[in-house]
């Protein structure tokens, strides 16, 4: 199919492409390539929650729950069990959807401020079950992680894993921006804009909701289980509401409903902490001002509100209006 | 044969009795008005047809199934759309993808041929932007084909509503008052596209408070109250019946009966509310 590469769709991918690519020239050590790696799996994890939050306006704030699920079911499997780590890796992602599939039914007949609790409360559930199995999963003072192997071939070098998960955000964005411009992605978004009218035009509002519930629950765990894997060592400090919240707010921040801004806001989020221990003490304070200020300025989100500044200019035809239709 | 056919229908909320005990045969291809004061339960009804509300009471037939208690979704998959009194646009998307959410039944795909985007489904979703923009020409949107549904005027998306229950090829479409909120003229063009919709073959059912409009257009009147049917027969019939007068006009005009025929009483006072530019309240009842 041939596009425009001005189109959002096209430009976008090649404009990440080349991110991913040319970023390495600039990462000088393997510290880089770790906050390079986190930033990729943060944003797998974003770029489903926003398909959720964004697009189908439903809200969760347990999905650090399915990510945990997937960093313990893939560590688990494979290094107290002995699985080949891609099999875990995978079983892992067929308990989560299997359970988000279960769970999500009830959960999201749920709406608002209600729907929330029960996120928060499915989350914090994972949380203390992974927090006291300590036979399976060491407690909170975590366990450590086989690496990844397929084969013989085993993932151990940073760079290795930095053009994996680069791939992988590659293909989930892609994934994402098929399904938003499908008819169930419209679908999606036709129920956040309204339900009823929605459901008058042959939308099975539930089954799309429970769809995309399971679809973001999945890209979590897949990216908790790499993240597992990555790492070598896992506590269940990325299974706290805290660590919800964060991704929340990574999506709020990048722009919901715009899948380039769930990546975006993964990567603001997950390296300005890390520049900002520079400042020491003040490190939160600045950090809560600039998030503060950043939705004041920009209440869509950092992607939104830019395209916003600079589309008017690009469609001029878009705006107008017949002139009888001024009056009224 | 009908085309829907209530039997016994009613709706309860706590106590009130929007809708009861009614019995309604729709005929194919022909229009539809219901009329009636407000709170008569004209919406009621159109929620129930459309599975919206599950009826306390009675049976909803369709094309001689019986559809009651399912959900809307289910309603329209059988042929009948609506729009809505209160707007329900979806305002997080462009006029013209609004539409193109009415083709969904019609366009539907399996989830791995949305998340690998086919080549069959980028075939379909072009045919698909095409036949939304054919029906937004058709319903006179040609002007907000690259809109957001955010940037247009109020009688602009009541067509919007149109064309998008349009899209989803109903033999059967419930309009609650679309002329509600519009200028005159504006008004006045609705009776065109209404009677394009019955060329189209499909049966209008029209809730509307804009009696030249329903005069104009209707082959049929069911006139509400409390509820209940209060008459039901051919336009010409209803609106000379005096129970309608009263209910609408209140009992002084109708007792009085020097109010001439109905008919000029109610084209007397649709034109004078034309005329005051309101529009929408012609014959608002003496509820509120
Ligand atoms: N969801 C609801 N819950 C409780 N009462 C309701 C509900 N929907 C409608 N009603 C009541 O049912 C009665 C009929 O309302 P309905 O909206 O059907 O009237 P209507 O004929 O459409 O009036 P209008 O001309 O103002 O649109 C009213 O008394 C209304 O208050
Ligand atoms: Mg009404």
Known sequence: MRQNFASPRVGGMVALALVIALLPVGLSNNYFYDVAILVGLNAIVCVGLNLLIGYAGQISLGHAGFYGLGAYGSAILSSRYGWPPLLSMLSATLVVAALAFVVGRPILRLKGHYLA???????VIIFMVIATEDKLTGGPDGMSVVAFKIGSFALREAQLWYWVVGALLLAAVWLALNLIDSPAGRALRALHGSE???EVLGIDAARHKLMVFVISAVFASVAGSLNAHFSGFITPSKVTFLHSIELVTMVVFGGMASTFGAVVGAAALTVLPQFLTVLKDYEMMVFGALMMGTMIFMPRGVVPSLARLFAPRRRPEGERKPGSEGAA | ??????????KEFGGVHAVEGLNYEIQPGAVHSIIGPNGAGKTTLLNMLTGVYIPSDGRIIFEEHDLTGLAPFEYAAHGIARTFQNLQVFFNMSALENVMVGRYLHERCGLASALL???RLARAERACRDEAAELMRYVGLQDYLSTASTAMPYGALKRLEIARALATQPRLIL?????????????????????????????????EHNMRLVMGVSDHILVLD???KLAEGAAAAVRNDPRVIEAYLGSSVASDGA???AGSAASAASAASAASGGGQADLRGTSH
């Not at chain 2, 044969?1 to 009613?10: D, F, H, I, P, W």
């Not at chain 2, 909120?181 to 029209?206: C, F, H, Q, W």
């Open chain 2, 226 to 228: 409390y509820g209940r």
């Open chain 2, 1 to 10: 044969m009908s085309l829907l056919r209530v039997e016994n229908l009613s």
């Open chain 1, 196 to 198: 009823v009218g929605a």
């Open chain 2, 259 to 261: 109010a001439a025929s």
């Open chain 2, 117 to 119: 985007r086919f080549p």
């Open chain 1, 117 to 123: 609790m029960a996120t928060l409360g499915l989350g």
């Open chain 2, 175 to 207: 309009l609650d008052e679309p002329a509600a909120g519009l200028n005159p003229t504006e008004a006045l063009d609705l009776d065109v596209l209404i009677g394009r919709l019955t060329e189209r073959g499909i049966t209008v059912v029209l809730v």
